[in-house]
Nanobody
Framework: QVQLVESGGGLVQTGGSLRLSCTASGLTFSDYTLGWFRQAPGKEREFVAARGWSAGVTSYADSVRGRFFISRDNTKYTVYLQMNSPKPEDTAVYYC????????????????WGQGTQVTVSS
């Protein structure tokens, strides 16, 4: 059974930083692209960042590029999202997902999802 478990969410002030983690089990980690998505109340789930097995396959949403950074530790089956200088508009439930295929910013390419972790950014 595939499981993705997120952690690290919480309350952060504008200009601070926060690191989300997601640990996977039940799958062959190297076979999957790992991505982060988010969903704010009343809005659709949207792409944040994704990374394939190698750093050469990395993508960011325009809204977070230069502030958020995705990385993965393939020995720990864990993917991270470093959130620097967050803004109130980054407030959302953040989901980790595992998928295969392209484009890696498409929700439809992800097969497995975590339960989500709330991130709230205060001004």
């Amino acid at each position: 059974q595939v499981q993705l478990v997120e952690s690290g969410g919480g309350l952060v002030q504008t200009g601070g930083s926060l690191r989300l983690s997601c640990t996977a089990s039940g799958l062959t980690f190297s076979d999957y692209t790992l991505g982060w998505f988010r969903q704010a109340p009343g809005k659709e789930r949207e792409f944040v960042a994704a990374r394939g097995w190698s750093a050469g396959v990395t993508s960011y949403a325009d809204s977070v590029r230069g502030r958020f950074f995705i990385s993965r530790d393939n020995t720990k089956y864990t993917v991270y999202l470093q959130m620097n200088s967050p803004k109130p508009e980054d407030t959302a439930v953040y989901y980790c997902a595992a998928g295969r295929g392209f484009p890696i910013d498409s929700v439809r390419k992800y097969d497995y999802w975590g339960q989500g972790t709330q991130v709230t950014v205060s001004s």
